[in-house]
């Protein structure tokens, strides 16, 4: 039974390590990140933007989209959307899209309804599957969340910008003073 319990910490700590080695990969990828800081936050914010509101299934459409249209970064607006809308936080950016939503809509909505609707989308099922869940909701359910999540994600990005920018600028700054030293 002991050895058991030794098992289960080695695997324990070793999903701890895998973690911190992912995020340490994405630190890395994200600093590395090729381009002008103004078009790595441009890409960036949109990721955050398109991260923040409840369009789950488009997210990557809708950011490579966005990000081309307004010459942003690619590959930052991608690290954008992981960034802002992840496992930890999407319940809560559905839940605050839901309640902005449907205070300015006047609407009754439910979220027990909204959340056993979502509930298909959140449970791994595959792209048509998550379309066929949207188009089962309601107009007002979609006008209610789409608002809702846009007004919510309008600060993220601008935070998502402000910061960005001032992290490219100091990352570009750092490696201009590393190199000219040397």
């Not at 949109?46 to 590959?75: D, E, M, Y």
């Not at 909204?114 to 048509?128: E, Q, T």
């Amino acid at each position: 039974m002991m050895e058991d319990r030794g098992h289960l910490q080695k695997k324990s700590s070793g999903k701890r390590l895998a973690i911190g080695r992912q995020l340490r990969y994405f630190y890395l990828r994200f600093i590395r990140l090729q381009g002008s800081p103004r078009s790595l936050a441009r890409g960036f914010a949109i990721g955050a933007f398109v991260g923040a509101t409840p369009t789950i299934p488009l997210h990557t459409i809708l950011a490579l989209t966005l990000a081309l249209l307004c010459r942003g970064s690619k590959l930052a607006a991608l690290l954008g959307t992981v960034v802002v809308s992840n496992p930890l936080t999407i319940l809560l950016q559905y839940f605050l899209a839901w309640k902005i939503g449907n205070r300015l809509i006047g609407t009754a909505l439910s979220w027990e309804i909204i959340s056993a609707k979502l509930a298909g989308i959140f449970s791994g099922a595959g792209f048509m599957e998550n379309l066929s869940t949207l188009g089962r909701l309601s107009l007002d359910t979609i006008a209610a969340m789409l608002l809702g999540g846009c007004l919510l994600a309008l600060p993220v990005a601008a935070v998502a910008y402000a910061a960005s920018y001032c992290f490219f600028v100091a990352i570009r700054k750092k490696y201009a003073e590393k190199h000219v030293l040397k």
